[in-house]
Nanobody
Framework: QVQLVESGGGLVQAGGSLRLSCAAS????????VGWYRQAPGKQRELVAT???????TYSDSVKGRFTISRDNANKMLYLQMNSLKPEDTAVYHC??????????WGQGTQVTVSS
């Protein structure tokens, strides 16, 4: 079974930076599509950024140019470098691992709060 543990969240002022990490267990990480999603209070969970198993990267328009997603398959790690943070980035950020036929796995989330 896959387990995901996020870390690196915290409280920062607008314009600041944070680096989120996701540590994965299990053997499917290298063949999985992985990504970061976020959920703010009262809102649906939304895509932030993804990396496919072949390395293709996608970003939400709202974070493009500010966030950078990366993966380290050897160490089963996923990262999200967040720069120029805005108050609207405030949310719980979740790591996701998805692969056929195993399915979707989610971490417990890490809180990011950006003050103005």
């Amino acid at each position: 079974q896959v387990q995901l543990v996020e870390s690196g969240g915290g409280l920062v002022q607008a314009g600041g930076s944070l680096r989120l990490s996701c540590a994965a267990s299990g053997g499917i990480f290298g063949v999985a599509n992985v990504g970061w999603y976020r959920q703010a209070p009262g809102k649906q969970r939304e895509l932030v950024a993804t990396v496919s198993s072949s390395g293709r990267i996608t970003y939400s328009d709202s974070v493009k140019g500010r966030f950078t997603i990366s993966r380290d398959n050897a160490n089963k790690m996923l990262y999200l470098q967040m720069n120029s943070l805005k108050p609207e980035d405030t949310a719980v950020y979740h790591c996701n691992v998805a692969a056929i036929p195993w399915g979707n796995y989610w971490g417990q989330g890490t809180q990011v709060t950006v003050s103005s």
